[in-house]
């Protein structure tokens, strides 16, 4: 399994990012996928889910309203487009999916992508 972000960067209060994950050693149609964040000092927390087909999807509170993740099976990618970025949005993004589903089991992480909010 590999998960490989992209996307992060420095971006100014209010601005906008897109972070994409490209998947791959495993059937990606069949998995649900996630994004987590973790924050200077801070523990890694979840910041959304999508169901294998895209049909359903999950936001910690935080993120609700300004974020939304998506995914396209044909080309093995999740994205997480973020709008109104905050300065507390500022940390490393990571990609996850698990072994069963993407629900259970072994978690996969990618290595992440910076996001750095700030004037």
């Known amino acids: 399994v590999q998960l490989v972000e992209s996307g992060g960067g420095l971006v100014q209060p209010g601005g906008s990012l897109r972070l994409a994950c490209a998947a791959s050693g495993f059937t990606f149609s069949r998995n649900a996928m996630s994004w987590y964040r973790q924050a200077p000092g801070k523990e890694r927390e979840l910041v959304a889910r999508i169901s294998s087909t895209g049909g359903g999807t999950y936001y910690a509170d935080s993120m609700k309203g300004r974020f939304t993740i998506s995914r396209d099976n044909a080309k093995n990618t999740v994205y997480l487009q973020m709008n109104s970025l905050k300065p507390e949005d500022t940390g490393v993004y990571y990609c996850?999916?698990?072994?069963?589903?993407?629900?259970?089991?072994?978690?996969?992480w990618g290595k992440g992508t910076l996001v750095t909010v700030s004037s």
């Open positions: 996850n999916t698990r072994a069963d589903y993407g629900i259970t089991g072994m978690a996969y």
